[in-house]
């Protein structure tokens, strides 16, 4: 009687976190009772159960169960399936999604993970974007500031300027064959 009262509460048990909660329920649940040793048991208590429901039927009424319990195990089997099918394609969705984002705003797609929806996945890609344009900006300053042509206070830079710089350079460096070439032939 205790194997029966323990089935019952069990079944009862997951039917009302079934409904409260639907398929998530299970994942509630999981805990100490789950263990291997609680599910070993379990099953033991439900095999002996269908020993005890097939003990007064006739052989034709136990193949007509064990063929509905393997039908029902089938059917347990492909709902699993189709389940996993249907996650792996959510998940291969999100993975396509994350990548658009990634390649439209060029976040790093391992950052994306971390979001908890699609908007925050935006936010963060807009924010690394805003982050890449002041970077980007700062630098294309800075290259234009070290390419700016530096003229000289406004005066154009006449022959005569540009002979008198390189006397002056030849006289700063103490050569004096140079200075008298520049005298003669103008640089």
């Given at each position: 009687?205790?194997?029966?009262?323990?089935l019952?509460n069990?079944?009862?048990?997951?039917?009302?976190?079934?409904?409260?909660?639907?398929?998530?329920?299970?994942?509630?649940?999981?805990?100490?009772?789950?263990?291997?040793?609680?599910?070993?048991?379990?099953?033991?208590?439900?095999?002996?159960?269908?020993?005890?429901?097939?003990?007064?039927?006739d052989?034709?009424?136990?193949?007509?169960?064990?063929?509905e319990?393997?039908?029902?195990?089938?059917n347990?089997?492909?709902?699993?399936?189709?389940?996993?099918?249907?996650?792996?394609?959510?998940?291969?969705?999100?993975?396509?999604?994350?990548?658009?984002?990634?390649?439209?705003?060029g976040?790093?797609?391992?950052?994306?993970?971390?979001?908890?929806?699609?908007?925050?996945?935006?936010?963060?890609?807009?924010?690394?974007?805003?982050?890449?344009?002041?970077?980007?900006?700062?630098?294309?300053e800075?290259?234009?500031?070290?390419?700016?042509?530096?003229?000289?206070?406004?005066?154009?830079s006449?022959?005569?300027?540009?002979?008198?710089?390189?006397?002056?350079?030849?006289?700063?460096?103490?050569?004096?064959?140079g200075y008298?070439?520049?005298?003669?032939?103008?640089?």
């Open positions: 009687m205790e194997m029966l009262e323990l019952e069990v079944r009862a048990e997951e039917a009302s976190v079934q409904r409260l909660f639907g398929k998530e329920g299970r994942s509630v649940r999981t805990g100490g009772k789950r263990g291997p040793q609680y599910q070993r048991k379990l099953a033991e208590y439900e095999q002996r159960m269908q020993q005890l429901e097939e003990a007064n039927l052989d034709y009424e136990k193949a007509q169960r064990r063929a319990r393997a039908e029902n195990a089938l347990a089997y492909r709902t699993q399936m189709m389940q996993q099918q249907q996650q792996e394609e959510a998940n291969r969705k999100i993975l396509e999604d994350m990548q658009r984002i990634s390649t439209k705003t976040i790093p797609i391992e950052r994306l993970f971390t979001a908890q929806s699609y908007d925050e996945a935006w936010e963060m890609g807009l924010a690394h974007l805003k982050e890449q344009s002041v970077v980007l900006q700062k630098a294309e800075e290259r234009l500031e070290a390419n700016r042509t530096v003229v000289g206070g406004g005066k154009a006449t022959p005569t300027d540009r002979t008198a710089k390189v006397q002056n350079e030849y006289l700063s460096k103490k050569d004096g064959k008298i070439h520049s005298i003669l032939y103008g640089g």
